[in-house]
C-alpha cells in the first residue's frame, strides 16, 4: 500500500485529526507531514518500519476496545431477551424498551466498528440506515446487506426483502426514540427481525 493511502486509512480508521494521530503515536507533526507526501515530493520521506507498527498497534488496540464495548453490551441485549422476554409468559411489554434500545445501541457500535475496518470514518450519528448504507458503500463490505437480509429471511421462509427494508425502517432511529418511551405500544417494532440482525453484526465484527 502507498504510504499516503496507508497513513490516511489510519487517520479514519481512529476518526482523529492529522494532529491528532502524530500525538497518539508518538511521530513528529512535521514528520508526519512528510510521510503523508506524494512520494515524488520534495518534501517526501519514506516512514520508518518501528512508526509503521506503533500506528497498526493504535488501530489494533482501538478494534479490540471496540469489541469489548460490543460483547457487554451483546451480553446484557441477550440476558433480557432470555430472561425478560423469551422465557417470560405471559409476554411482559415493559422490558420491551430496554431491549431495543440496548440490542440497536449493539447494531450502531457493529456498524461503526466494520465501517472503521473499511478504511472509512463512520457518520456520527445514531441513524442505523445511515450507517448501513455508508458500510455497504465499501467495496469489502458491499454485499453485507444482501447477506444480512438472507440470514433473517432464512429464519422467516415467508418473509422477503420488502419485509426486511420496513423492519429496517423501524428500528432505524430505536436508540433515540424508544429510550424516553412511556408508551411502550407507541411504537412497533418485530423482536426477532432485531434480534437475527444483531447476532449476524456481531458475529461479523467479533473475533471469536
Same mark, same amino acid.
Given at each position: ?61 482501538? #478494534?479490540?476496545?471496540? =469489541? ?9 441485549? !441477550?440476558?433480557?431477551? &432470555? *430472561?425478560? %422476554? ?59 446487506? #444482501?447477506?444480512?437480509? =438472507? ?9 422477503? !426483502?420488502?419485509?426486511? &427494508? *420496513?423492519? %429496517? ?40
Amino acid at each position: 500500500m502507498i504510504q499516503k493511502d496507508f497513513l490516511n486509512r489510519i487517520k479514519n480508521q481512529l476518526g482523529v485529526t492529522w494532529d491528532e494521530l502524530a500525538k497518539l503515536s508518538g511521530i513528529n507533526p512535521r514528520a508526519m507531514k512528510s510521510y503523508r507526501m506524494p512520494s515524488d515530493s520534495r518534501g517526501y520521506r519514506p516512514m520508518p518500519e518501528t512508526a509503521r507498527n506503533m500506528l497498526e498497534q493504535l488501530v489494533q488496540g482501538r #478494534d479490540l476496545i471496540s =469489541q469489548a464495548n460490543i460483547r457487554g453490551f451483546y451480553k446484557t441485549s !441477550t440476558m433480557l431477551y &432470555e *430472561e425478560k %422476554l423469551r422465557a417470560k409468559r405471559p409476554f411482559d411489554p415493559t422490558y420491551v424498551a430496554p431491549y431495543v434500545v440496548n440490542t440497536v445501541f449493539v447494531c450502531e457500535l457493529c456498524l461503526k466498528l466494520l465501517i472503521t475496518r473499511g478504511g472509512d470514518s463512520f457518520i456520527k450519528t445514531h441513524d442505523i440506515m445511515k450507517l448501513l448504507n455508508q458500510l455497504s458503500a465499501l467495496p469489502y463490505f458491499s454485499n453485507i446487506k #444482501d447477506s444480512m437480509y =438472507q440470514k433473517i429471511q432464512d429464519a422467516h421462509d415467508d418473509k422477503d !426483502t420488502n419485509w426486511c &427494508e *420496513e423492519n %429496517l425502517i423501524l428500528i432505524d432511529k430505536a436508540f433515540i426514540k424508544w429510550r424516553y418511551l412511556n408508551d411502550p405500544n407507541k411504537f412497533s417494532i418485530h423482536i426477532n427481525f432485531v434480534k437475527i440482525m444483531t447476532e449476524f453484526l456481531v458475529n461479523e465484527c467479533l473475533d471469536d
